[in-house]
């Protein structure tokens, strides 16, 4: 079974930066991509950023030229390093992992991570 370990929210004034971490332990699988959805309050969840294994991006058109996504494929960890910063970044950010194990591919969440930005 996969995990994955958030950190890295927080508040910050409007501006600042925040660095996000998701890491995925467990065995027998091999990494499809991993990404960061966010869910403001009261509204849906919505994709943020996403990296392939193979190291393609893609995100969001509010977060281009902010945000950006990295990974460490030893590791297994993704990165959201997120600049300057605005109010309506608030939000709930989880990590989701997409991973191959035999002949299937299945998808993980992490537990969330609060992400408050002050005007």
């Known amino acids: 079974q996969v995990q994955l370990v958030e950190s890295g929210g927080g508040l910050v004034q409007a501006g600042g930066s925040l660095r996000l971490s998701c890491a995925a332990s467990g065995s027998g699988f091999s990494i499809v991509s991993m990404g960061w959805y966010r869910q403001p309050p009261g509204k849906q969840r919505e994709l943020v950023a996403v990296i392939t294994r193979g190291g393609t991006t893609n995100y969001t058109d509010s977060v281009k030229g902010r945000f950006t996504i990295s990974r460490d494929n030893p590791k297994n960890t993704v990165y959201l390093q997120m600049n300057s910063l605005k109010p309506e970044d608030t939000a709930v950010y989880y990590c989701?992992?997409?991973?191959?194990?035999?002949?299937?591919?299945?998808?993980?969440w992490g537990q969330g991570t609060q992400v408050t930005v002050s005007s």
């Open positions: 989701n992992l997409r991973y191959s194990s035999g002949t299937y591919i299945y998808s993980s």
